[in-house]
């Protein structure tokens, strides 16, 4: 790694640090949630620079989406005014473009940085995406396997921890529907010529 490259990655590497503590430290919940924009981010670039950036890739994707939806979540369950968190956006502004700011640099700086070529060429000409799929379904499988049931039970335990009991609500009840008969379900009305809707 080049003199470059390391002052990247350690830059990125305190970044990271600095957004982690603070995400834990703030204590609007806004600012927490913008700090762990930036962590999230942080954790791309320094997968980009390691020559991993399938996991940059998903890092973006799927943990930086994951915190829209859990603004949405927040969102639904504390049941926010929407006007009052208008009135509020324009005071989380500079912190919000500090962390743009942060977040181009390091843009930049990966860009600036980072070569897929020499990757791929480390690699021995496959791709890290291949080399990963063949560690993961191979040599880690068990616990890759154990990993997604347990993120699947916490998906659960999410949905039925905020799944909420609401009178009169129609609902579809399966057991009954089955267990119905023809004659429960089925009504024949006879109608001569001319009558009916």
Same mark, same amino acid.
């Given at each position: 790694?080049?003199?470059?490259?390391?002052?990247?990655?350690?830059?990125?590497?305190?970044?990271?640090?600095?957004?982690?503590?603070?995400?834990?430290?703030?204590?609007?919940? /806004?600012?927490?949630? &913008?700090?762990?924009?930036?962590?999230?981010?942080?954790?791309?670039?320094?997968?980009?620079?390691?020559?991993?950036?399938?996991?940059?890739?998903?890092?973006?994707?799927?943990?930086? @989406?994951?915190?829209?939806?859990?603004?949405?979540?927040?969102?639904?369950?504390?049941?926010?005014?929407?006007?009052?968190?208008?009135?509020?956006? &324009?005071?989380?502004?500079?912190?919000?473009?500090?962390?743009?700011?942060?977040?181009?640099?390091?843009?930049?700086?990966?860009?600036?940085?980072?070569?897929?070529?020499?990757?791929?060429?480390?690699? @021995?000409? /496959?791709?890290?995406? *291949?080399? &990963?799929?063949?560690?993961?379904?191979?040599?880690?499988?068990?616990?890759?396997?154990?990993?997604?049931?347990?993120?699947?039970?916490?998906?659960?335990?999410?949905?039925?921890?905020?799944?909420? *009991?609401?009178?009169?609500? %129609?609902? *579809?009840?399966?057991?009954?529907?089955?267990?119905?008969?023809?004659?429960?379900?089925?009504?024949?009305? %006879?109608?001569?010529?001319?009558?009916?809707?």
């Amino acid at each position: 790694m080049s003199s470059v490259a390391d002052f990247v990655f350690y830059l990125f590497a305190a970044i990271l640090l600095v957004a982690a503590t603070r995400v834990i430290t703030a204590r609007n919940p /806004v600012h927490s949630a &913008l700090f762990l924009v930036l962590t999230f981010f942080s954790a791309a670039g320094l997968f980009v620079l390691l020559g991993a950036e399938f996991l940059a890739a998903v890092v973006v994707m799927v943990y930086m @989406g994951a915190v829209a939806v859990l603004f949405l979540f927040v969102v639904m369950m504390l049941d926010v005014d929407f006007a009052e968190l208008r009135r509020g956006a &324009l005071a989380h502004l500079p912190l919000g473009l500090a962390i743009g700011a942060v977040i181009l640099v390091e843009l930049v700086a990966i860009l600036l940085t980072f070569h897929p070529a020499a990757v791929v060429a480390g690699l @021995g000409g /496959v791709s890290n995406t *291949q080399v &990963l799929g063949r560690v993961l379904y191979t040599r880690y499988l068990y616990p890759f396997e154990i990993a997604s049931l347990l993120l699947l039970m916490a998906m659960v335990g999410a949905i039925v921890l905020t799944l909420r *009991q609401r009178r009169m609500i %129609k609902k *579809q009840c399966i057991s009954s529907q089955v267990a119905r008969t023809r004659e429960e379900a089925v009504t024949l009305i %006879k109608k001569s010529p001319g009558e009916g809707a």
